[in-house]
């Protein structure tokens, strides 16, 4: 990853901070193996930025339109996800297991 990037990406991260906005950001260069994890805000806010980050991905992948091998796999691995339905509100078990973690019920 070039250094601007680089450089953007902590500026990001300073900004987000001074500002106490959670933020969790990840960017990949597919020439260079690894890949650059920016992370700013509480804990819980880093949680719940990741979580909501992972739900549009899901979304994303169940409605993409390709079926190449790779992209099968990710389609299948996340419908194998079950949603269970509250009677409130729909919640998948990631959002039950999200929220019994962040009040400390899972050790």
């Known amino acids: ?3 601007k990037i ?3 990406l902590m ?3 300073n900004e ?3 500002e106490k906005i959670n933020l969790a950001c990840v960017a990949v260069d597919s020439e260079v193996e690894g890949a650059g994890v920016i992370l700013a805000g509480s804990l819980p806010g880093q949680a719940i930025a990741i979580n909501q980050l992972l739900e549009t ?8 339109d390709c079926n190449c091998s790779k992209c099968k ?3 299948e691995a996340f419908a194998g996800i079950k949603s269970s339905s509250t009677k409130q509100n729909h919640e998948t078990e990631l959002d039950v297991l999200l929220k019994a973690f962040l009040r400390g019920e899972l050790r």
């Open 16 to 18: 987000c901070q001074k």
């Open 73 to 75: 796999e990710i389609k």
């Open 6 to 8: 680089q450089s953007l």
């Open 11 to 13: 500026e990001l991260a």
């Open 57 to 64: 991905f899901k979304e994303t992948a169940l409605s993409h």
């Open 1 to 3: 990853m070039n250094e």
